[in-house]
């Protein structure tokens, strides 16, 4: 496609359920980010993938959550054992990363997640 | 603690008028600085960005000043449009942290009337 896809747009989940939420970047970009925003804030970084590992999980809150990217691709933000504090809008973006370590990022239009 | 800190939640700006937007930081670490703008149910998308090596940055209607001894740098759109009506925010990247690592305001809410 022409630009980073996610889905679901819209996910409303109990709390205690697992959540599943899917990027799918740009079509040749390398990197892949996940960032989480709470209402009224800014984006918060989660994790970054270069290729298929994760090259910096640090921003995950804790073990309760996960992503994959097992073909350097699409990519998948687990969210297990959901609480309310979880809600948010979970926006991913892609990049290129060009020479000097420059390249924009690309977000896609989120995953709104409701806990209830 | 909030290490990029956007102190104005809403700006509002006549159509023709200069739009100053504000960003002040903590981390001395930080080293490259970006603006992002947002429409509502879309993604933030890229806007201009300035190397701490520099104190301005131009593209068109956009001027991103940097204040590095201040800790702070500010946006000005001129002349404001109607469609530059958006959340704007600012975003800081570290030396040393991974590529893409970016570390947001809490945005500013553009207004600009016709």
């Known amino acids: 496609g022409a630009g980073v896809s996610q889905t679901p747009s819209n996910k409303v989940t109990e709390k205690g359920k697992y959540v599943e939420l899917r990027c799918d970047p740009i079509s040749g970009h390398t990197a892949l980010y996940w960032y989480r925003q709470s209402l009224g804030q800014g984006p918060e970084f989660l994790i970054y993938f270069q290729g298929t590992g994760a090259a910096d999980d640090s921003g995950l809150p804790n073990d309760r959550f996960f992503a994959v990217r097992p073909e350097g691709s699409v990519s998948t933000l687990k969210i297990q054992r959901t609480e309310r504090g979880d809600s948010a809008v979970y926006l991913c973006?892609?990049?290129?990363?060009?020479?000097?370590?420059?390249?924009?990022?690309?977000f896609g239009e989120g995953s709104r997640l409701t806990v209830l | 603690d909030q290490q990029v800190k956007q102190n104005s939640p809403s700006l509002s700006v006549q159509e023709g008028r200069i739009s100053i937007l504000n960003c002040d930081y903590t981390n001395s670490m930080f080293d490259y600085f970006l603006w992002y703008k947002k429409y509502p149910a879309e993604g933030p998308t890229f806007l201009i960005s300035?190397?701490?090596?520099?104190d301005k940055n131009e593209d068109g209607r956009f001027t991103v000043f940097l204040n590095k001894s201040a800790k702070h740098l500010s946006l000005h759109i001129v002349p404001s449009q109607p469609g530059d009506s958006a959340v704007y925010f600012c975003a800081a990247s570290a030396r040393g942290t991974s590529y893409g690592k970016l570390t947001f305001g809490q945005g500013t809410i553009l207004t600009v009337h016709p």
């Open positions: 973006a892609s990049s290129l990363i060009l020479a000097g370590g420059s390249g924009e990022l690309f």
């Open positions: 300035i190397s701490s090596i520099k």
